[in-house]
């Protein structure tokens, strides 16, 4: 996500580990989902820059609970719940999660693996998104 601004940076450096929950089902690897995230991070402005060392400063934890897909169908909708936890120094700031979809049509994609995995990206591009907009907001999910 390259579109959307931090109200207000919430750290300098922020430790994002490898997105947990990611399965076989997904046609997206954990290591895609990931990097989709920490990219999403530093260009939103929410951080100056990644960590590679948890507890230091900021650490944002995301794991996958729940994916629904099509089986099959014409137009594929994917819906996922991804619980986030937002940590100051291993202390937790915000924890909540987020559901939402992505769809990808028979007419934009018409082999099926494709079509799904456009879905997919779709429904994390989403997730992604209402993140950023949960994360303006300071109060909302607090623990």
């Known amino acids: 996500i390259s579109d959307f601004q931090a109200a207000t940076p919430i750290g300098n450096s922020v430790f994002i580990p490898f997105v947990t929950g990611a399965d076989k089902d997904i046609l997206l690897t954990n290591i895609e989902i990931t990097q989709a995230l920490r990219k999403s991070m530093i260009n939103s402005k ?38 986030y936890t937002l940590l100051n120094k291993g202390v937790v700031v915000k924890d909540f999660a987020i559901t939402e979809s992505g769809t990808a049509t028979l007419g934009e994609e018409v082999i099926g693996f494709k079509r799904m995995k456009v879905a997919d ?23």
Request: with cysteine.
């Open 46 to 83: 929410f951080f100056k820059s990644l960590s590679d060392k948890a507890n230091e400063d900021w650490d944002l934890k995301a794991e996958i609970k729940r994916l629904d897909q099509p089986a099959f169908g014409a137009d594929f909708t994917v819906t996922a719940e991804i619980k």
């Open 121 to 143: 990206e779709r429904c994390i591009q989403n997730n992604i998104k209402k993140l950023l907009v949960e994360l303006n907001n300071p109060t909302k999910g607090k623990k």
